[in-house]
């Protein structure tokens, strides 16, 4: 079955990059059909939709305007995974983040990585 | 953006009875190329990523109990549990995935009477 495993640092300093890599199993990253989305989830902003990356043909990514000038996400088809970078976080980017498949056929998030916490914090 | 809005914020029942959660959306997440409605429906228990219950506002995932349907179109939908049992204490969440950036609602907390 798919599964998604995240792996990155928990605590992350103010200004500095918050860098998080998704790994998949039982799936492709270059997947015709299935989107590769991050997500974080706070007390104060609830679950927010940070970006997606797909491929059809060719890679193309979307992103939220809230972060769009500092993120970055990234496919990587030797190591079947994706990762995302937030440039010049700030204690607002203290989260739980989230990876997660966009299902086939529709963008309903249907398997998820188990979650990060991440603590922006000097 | 598309604002969901979910009621109550939080709702107590007693196990076997019916829960009902509404979710209203600021625009019709209609997808006419479709013919559904681009919404979800996910479950959140304490320390665990969402889990996805319902997809087109009324496909249910594989392997989740039919005692939860969803229901609605257009702007306003509804997540049913007809008979709460004690596993189903927990958050849900309306997401609808018509337009990016693709919104969530603020979630409502199901407890035990």
């Known amino acids: 079955q798919v599964q998604l495993q995240q792996s990155g640092p928990g605590l992350v300093k103010p200004s500095q990059t918050l860098s998080l890599t998704c790994a998949i199993s039982g799936d492709s990253v270059s997947s015709n059909s299935a989107t590769w989305n991050w997500i974080r989830q706070s007390p104060s902003r609830g679950l927010e939709w940070l970006g997606r990356?797909?491929?059809?043909?060719?890679?193309?990514?979307t992103s939220a305007i809230s972060v769009k000038s500092r993120m970055t996400i990234n496919a990587d088809t030797s190591k079947n995974h994706f990762s995302l970078q937030l440039n010049a976080v700030t204690p607002e980017d203290t989260a739980v983040y989230f990876c997660a498949r966009g299902k086939p056929g529709g963008d309903a998030f249907d398997i998820w990585g188990q979650g990060t916490v991440v603590t922006v914090s000097s | 953006d598309i604002v969901m809005t979910q009621s109550p914020d939080s709702l107590a029942v007693s196990l076997g009875e019916r829960a009902t959660i509404n979710c209203k959306s600021s625009q019709s997440v209609f997808r006419s190329s479709v013919s559904k409605n681009s919404l979800a429906w996910y479950q959140q228990k304490p320390g665990q990523p969402p889990k996805l219950l319902i997809y087109w506002a009324s496909t249910r995932e594989s392997g989740v109990p039919d005692r939860f349907s969803g229901s609605g179109s257009g702007t306003d939908f509804t997540l049913t549990i007809s008979s709460l049992q004690a596993e189903d204490v927990a958050f849900y969440y309306c997401?609808?995935?018509?337009?990016?950036?693709?919104?969530f609602g603020q979630g409502t907390r199901v407890e035990d009477k």
């Open positions: 990356t797909y491929y059809r043909s060719k890679w193309s990514n």
């Open positions: 997401q609808q995935y018509y337009s990016a950036p693709w919104t």
